[in-house]
């Protein structure tokens, strides 16, 4: 999915925009750094759940996650007030935090994970020239 299929299928969603925030792949085509996600993985807190739960047949996966639909999963992250890292916002929805996005990407031991931490330090580091 490019940026407008992926944002066309987030305003689909039927939860808050404040219940929810965008994770991996998705919060970087929404950045600009990638041109596409193959999916959408969504953090959710409680209330987000609940309103996922009402309007979706899900289905948790063993990891703790849920399928919402064919193209989308979530995990529920409590509230967003107690997180370590706090959501971005980028255009009107939230996305990872993308400090708390290298320190993942810098733990797993996935291959693609691995290839994305270069991409990711460069643009913290474009950010923060441009903070200057």
Partial sequence: MNKEDLLELI???KIDKEEFWILSSGALVL???YSNARDLDIAV???GLAQLKSNYNMVQKENGWFIVSDNVECICDGEKESLKY????IGDYYVQ???E???YLNNSNREKDKLR???VEEYIKKSAELER
């Fill in 31 to 33: 950045r600009d750094i």
């Fill in 45 to 47: 807190t409680n209330e």
């Fill in 117 to 119: 931490i270069p991409i």
């Fill in 97 to 99: 935090n993308i400090e």
């Fill in 11 to 13: 305003k689909t969603l």
């Fill in 86 to 89: 706090q959501p971005q916002k």
């Fill in 101 to 103: 996005y290298l320190e």
